[in-house]
C-alpha cells in the first residue's frame, strides 16, 4: 500500500500508463459526473462514485488480484483499514469476472488511514482493504474516485527502487 499526496505520484510511478492515471486524477473536481471513465481499454479504467461510508461492523474486506486500485477522495473523506491478505481467511472465494475477493477480517489491522482529498492510495493483490468507513468528525457522504490498473503494466509503471 502507498498513501500520499496525489502531486507526489511520481515518486513512485513513472512511464506513460501512470501519465494517463495522474492527468485523469489531476481533472477530478465535486461536479465530476459519477460512472465508469474508459482511460486505456480494460487496462486503465476508473469508477467515481458517492455513497454514505459507514461504520466498520457494517464494511467489507475486500481483495483484487487483476487489478491494482488507485483510490482518491474528491470530496469529503473515508477511511480504509488495511491487513496484509496472506494474513487473512477467505470470507468469499475470489470472483473472477468481478476481480474481488472477500476475507473475514482480522481481530486487529495492521493500518487505518483517512483519506482526504488531495492524497491517493494505492492497493496491490496482496493488500485486503476495508473502505468505506466513517471519519469522526465528518459528513458521512464522499465522493471518490476507484482508478483500476492492469496488475499486467504493473512493470510500466512503477519506480524501481531508485
Given at each position: 500500500m502507498i498513501v500520499d499526496k496525489i502531486e507526489n505520484g511520481n515518486m513512485y510511478f513513472t512511464g506513460d500508463d501512470w501519465k494517463i492515471v495522474a492527468d485523469f486524477l489531476d481533472s477530478l473536481h465535486k461536479d465530476t459526473p459519477e460512472g465508469e471513465y474508459h482511460?486505456?481499454?480494460?487496462?486503465?479504467?476508473?469508477?467515481?462514485?458517492?455513497?454514505?461510508?459507514?461504520?466498520?461492523?457494517?464494511?467489507?474486506?475486500?481483495?483484487?488480484?487483476?487489478?491494482?486500485?488507485?483510490?482518491a477522495v474528491i470530496d469529503g473523506a473515508e477511511g480504509i483499514a488495511w491487513h496484509h491478505t496472506a494474513d487473512l481467511e477467505t470470507h468469499e472465494t475470489y470472483d473472477t469476472e468481478k476481480?474481488?475477493?472477500?476475507?473475514?477480517?482480522?481481530?486487529?489491522?495492521?493500518?487505518?488511514?483517512?483519506?482526504?482529498?488531495?492524497?491517493?492510495?494505492?492497493?496491490?493483490?496482496?493488500?485486503?482493504?476495508?473502505?468505506?468507513?466513517?471519519?469522526?468528525?465528518?459528513?458521512?457522504?464522499?465522493?471518490?474516485?476507484v482508478v483500476k490498473v492492469d496488475v499486467s503494466l504493473y512493470s510500466d509503471i512503477c519506480l524501481k527502487g531508485q
Open positions: 482511460l486505456k481499454g480494460k487496462e486503465i479504467f476508473a469508477r467515481v462514485m458517492s455513497y454514505n461510508t459507514r461504520q466498520i461492523n457494517e464494511a467489507r474486506l475486500e481483495g483484487h488480484r487483476t487489478y491494482i486500485d488507485i483510490q476481480d474481488v475477493e472477500f476475507f473475514h477480517p482480522p481481530a486487529h489491522f495492521s493500518a487505518r488511514i483517512d483519506v482526504l482529498p488531495g492524497y491517493f492510495v494505492a492497493l496491490f493483490p496482496h493488500d485486503a482493504h476495508m473502505p468505506q468507513l466513517q471519519v469522526t468528525g465528518m459528513p458521512p457522504l464522499v465522493k471518490k474516485v
